[in-house]
């Protein structure tokens, strides 16, 4: 069975630019979640997406968004960056409405802004 | 709100040391689940066991064991024999029933020395 996997694995962006992330869940999984992990910070819940819909999302500011596709696949969306937004954004995937379910990550995206 | 504590920010051992990783949580939630996941140098979190609150028997699986006490409210890790492959940062996380977000700890970096 295919983890969860994430695309690309590695971006480099100026601040002010746009930047997607993309993650496949692991098949079955319909729930998909965001977070990130910047250095100092620890790793903070972004967003969760489950059958299509945002069910709720961290405290992060609007220009973080995503979308989850009918495949459950699913973008991460990040507009106007900034320096701060440097950090391994990291996806994870469980069978939606079963919270008693270890979440599985992929390998994360690292993304560097200069 | 939920928070998880972990105070070792980081450790080292020498090889064949047994070492233990703390965790304390904080949660409102009467049902929660607790987990531990495992960060290698290469940035994957891989999950290393769910321990629901309502089970508070404790658990061995080969090298690693687990110590769950609810009356502390901590959830602690131990590696016993430890090996060089055992070096990463070990994340704690907690899940409230009410919701579908891991809150993870600031992690511990566990460096195991030859």
């Known amino acids: 069975e295919a983890g969860v996997t994430q695309s690309p694995t590695h971006l480099i962006k100026t601040r002010g630019q746009q930047v997607t992330l993309r993650c496949s869940p692991i098949s079955g999984h319909t729930s998909v979640y965001w977070y990130q992990q910047a250095l100092g910070l620890g790793l903070q819940f972004l967003l969760w997406y489950d059958e299509g819909e945002e069910r709720n999302r961290g405290n992060f500011p609007p220009r973080f968004s995503g979308r989850q596709f009918p495949n459950y696949s699913s973008e991460l969306n990040v507009n106007a960056l900034e320096l701060e937004d440097s950090a391994l954004y990291l996806c994870?995937?469980?069978?939606?409405?079963?919270?008693?379910?270890?979440?599985?990550f992929g390998d994360g995206t690292r993304l560097s802004i200069l | 709100a939920q928070k998880v504590t972990q105070a070792q920010t980081e450790i080292s051992v020498v090889e064949k040391e047994d070492v233990t990783l703390d965790c304390v949580y904080e949660?409102?939630?009467?049902?929660?689940?607790l987990f531990w996941y495992k960060q290698p140098p290469s940035g994957e979190l891989v999950f290393l066991i769910r321990r629901n609150s309502f089970d508070e028997q404790n658990e061995i699986s080969g090298r690693y064991s687990w110590n769950f006490q609810k009356s502390t409210s901590s959830f602690n890790f131990t590696i016993t024999a430890s090996q060089v492959v055992d070096s990463a940062v070990y994340f704690c996380a907690l899940r409230g029933v009410g919701s579908y977000q891991l809150t993870f700890g600031k992690g511990t970096k566990l460096s195991v020395i030859p």
């Open positions: 949660t409102r939630d009467t049902t929660y689940y």
């Open positions: 994870a995937s469980t069978k939606g409405g079963l919270n008693n379910q270890p979440q599985h």
